[in-house]
């Protein structure tokens, strides 16, 4: 298995709404990744944990909440949103350091707000 | 601040002749790049990768170099196939910051039958 698969591949939520997405990968790889990435705009670091533990977090708002509960599974959970969140949410996963083979990417969720 | 650079949003490049995009990166602690390709409504797909103690990588039509004097690196692509159509992401990471990869803007690929 050389996937990352990301559920669902479509969101749409309410400002109040509640939701969570879902990443998932069996390669043993140790660092997972959350990325998020606007139209026209190159993918931009949300959060990296590592062995489990949360390493990196790059100052995003506390709306977004990860949780890793074991080195397989990433999750993202979501939370009185903006629709200036609305976005692709790529999941990513890879040896933790660097890959030799890089990062390897989901397809991602496409998550409108509304 | 951006730390990795494409200049050139769009490149347009006949069926059969080399296509070549270039990335600048400014940070000089960044050890490691990559190339990816993406397709509208997907995620980036890993093309290849160099360290920074190698200045070529190849693999099939795809060759990757690095100029670190010049903290400059291209991807060639020959011969260029209208599959090759898609936006290419050049991004790097150093080995003392976690695995973050930063990202550069992107090139629109279009290759033309």
């Known amino acids: 298995d050389t996937e990352v698969t990301q559920t669902p591949k479509h969101l749409v939520m309410g400002m109040t709404n509640k939701k969570s997405l879902k990443c998932e990968q069996h390669?043993?790889?140790?660092?997972m990744y959350w990325y998020k990435q606007k139209a026209k705009k190159p993918p931009e670091l949300m959060f990296v944990y590592s062995y489990e533990k949360l390493s990196i977090n790059e100052s995003v708002p506390s709306r977004f909440s990860p949780e890793c509960p074991n080195s397989s599974l990433l999750n993202l959970h979501l939370h009185a949103l903006q629709p200036e969140d609305s976005a692709l949410y790529l999941c990513?996963?890879?040896?933790?350091?660097?890959?030799?083979?890089?990062?390897?990417f989901g397809s991602g969720t496409r998550l409108t707000v509304v | 601040d951006q730390q990795v650079k494409q200049n050139s949003p769009s490149l347009s490049v006949q069926e059969g002749r080399i296509s070549i995009l270039n990335c600048d990166y400014t940070n000089s602690m960044f050890d490691y790049f990559l190339w990816y390709k993406k397709y509208p409504a997907e995620g980036p797909t890993f093309l290849i990768s160099?360290?920074?103690?190698?200045d070529k990588n190849e693999d099939g039509r795809f060759t990757v170099f690095l100029n670190k004097s010049a903290k400059h690196l291209s991807l060639h692509i020959v011969p260029s196939q209208p599959g090759d159509s898609a936006v290419y992401f050049c991004a790097a990471s150093a080995r003392n910051q976690g695995g973050k990869l930063i990202f550069g803007q992107g090139t629109e690929l279009s290759v033309k039958p």
């Open positions: 390669m043993g790889h140790r660092a």
């Open positions: 990513a996963s890879s040896h933790v350091g660097q890959g030799v083979g890089g990062y390897t």
């Open positions: 160099i360290s920074s103690i190698k």
